[in-house]
């Protein structure tokens, strides 16, 4: 694991002039709505599901494997964040909330902002139950946007009855349509929601699902699969970068 996590760094450059690596900075993720503020390095990992920091030289990361990853830089004030959102953290509003922590803390402006949404399961592959599509009712005006119904002839349950009997006459209740859930599309209305300007919000293609020979899966891979980083940093300045950044800001 740190082998990888050296050749991941190097293939970012986050490399000191001394040929030694930026410290890479992580948090126990918990699908929660939780924003750590990276001044220094603790001596155990925080737990959460965000990462800011002002900081030149160390990379934020998440890790994912489904899950939506979020990076998002201040190119005014050399801020950036690491988000994690799940369907629990999205209906938590991480990405919102983390990027108001910005603003609050770091003075953050919305225009200011530029957004990166990467790889995750898309609403193709994402089915999800009746309950979590209630509670995304309950919390968004929107949220019919983010749903769909989908009949599918290759679905596990129409393919094998037998393995969801129920009490329900006359042995088997309503299969319906799947019910699925665009993670991105949330995540992305939470950016705008936050101020994001929509060009400045990127998205990479591609679904975790679908493609196991690009990305990690957990639910295509049934929970035995690696985890993916998405990481972001400041690139230190020169002195000459900060005498000029010192002449912009004094005059």
Avoid at 16 to 30: F, N, T
Avoid at 50 to 62: E, H, S
Avoid at 66 to 72: E, Q, T, Y
Avoid at 128 to 157: K, N, T
Wanted: hydrophobic share 40%; glycine share 8%; proline share 4%.
């Amino acid at each position: 694991m740190q082998h990888n996590r050296a050749l991941f760094l190097q293939a970012l450059g986050a490399v000191k002039s001394d040929g030694s690596l930026w410290p890479l900075a992580q948090v126990k993720q918990i699908h929660s709505a939780i924003v750590y503020r990276l001044d220094g390095f603790p001596e155990h990992p925080t737990t959460g599901d965000g990462i800011i920091t002002d900081r030149a030289g160390v990379v934020l990361a998440i890790k994912t494997a489904d899950c939506v990853p979020v990076l998002v830089a201040d190119v005014k004030q050399r801020v950036v964040g690491a988000f994690h959102a799940g369907w629990r953290g999205t209906l938590a509003r991480m990405v919102e909330k983390g990027v108001g922590e910005m603003r609050r803390q770091f003075a953050s402006q919305p225009r200011d902002l530029r957004a990166a949404i990467g790889p995750c399961i898309r609403r193709c592959c994402y089915t999800v139950g009746r309950e979590v599509e209630a509670e995304f009712e309950s919390q968004f005006g929107y949220s019919a946007e983010l749903f769909e119904q989908v009949f599918d002839s290759r679905a596990i349950h129409i393919k094998y009855p037998l393995l969801f009997l129920n009490q329900c006459a006359p042995g088997h209740g309503d299969l319906g349509p799947e019910v699925h859930l665009d993670l991105v599309a949330a995540n992305r209305r939470q950016l705008a929601d936050a101020g994001v300007r929509e060009q400045h919000i990127s998205i990479v293609e591609g679904c975790t699902a679908c493609d196991t020979k690009r990305f990690f899966s957990h639910r295509n891979e049934f929970g035995k699969t690696g985890r993916m980083l998405a990481a972001i940093a400041i690139r230190p300045q020169s002195s000459a970068q900060d005498a000029e950044g010192e002449a912009e800001r004094s005059s």
